[in-house]
């Protein structure tokens, strides 16, 4: 299985950005999808996560309100709709893929991993 993100870029404070997940084959009947991110000298953090039935979603602090996650199961594919982004939103931004409908807000839950696309944000 293969994550293919795409979408960042440079975008100035104020802008948006979206990102997108393209899983390359169906591997499990359901699966929850989530987006990590981790800014230089930092941890990995958690971004927002969605569920696979229900598209139930859930965001951490930080983005709530700025931040869109979605998704198209028919085309095994994932949005991220950054607005109002802030210079503390860059970083590298990974999307993950866990077994089951259920999401979670944990690293260590998640199967597969993209590569990364890279958000800079200017002020």
């Known amino acids: 299985v293969q994550l293919q993100a795409s979408g960042g870029g440079l975008v100035q404070a104020g802008g948006s950005l979206r990102l997108s997940c393209a899983t390359s084959?169906?591997?499990?009947?359901?699966?929850?999808i989530a987006w990590f991110r981790q800014a230089p000298g930092k941890d990995r953090e958690f971004v927002a996560s969605?569920?696979?039935?229900?598209?139930?979603?859930n965001y951490a602090d930080s983005v709530k309100g700025r931040f869109t996650i979605s998704r198209d199961n028919a085309e095994n594919r994932e949005y991220l709709q950054m607005n109002s982004l802030k210079p503390e939103d860059t970083a590298v931004y990974y999307c993950?893929?866990?077994?089951?409908?259920?999401?979670?807000?944990?690293?260590?839950?998640?199967?597969?991993w993209g590569q990364g696309t890279l958000v800079t944000v200017s002020s």
């Open positions: 993950a893929i866990k077994r089951g409908s259920w999401h979670s807000p944990q690293s260590g839950d998640y199967d597969y």
């Open positions: 084959r169906r591997t499990w009947s359901s699966y929850a």
């Open positions: 969605i569920s696979y039935t229900d598209h139930n979603t």
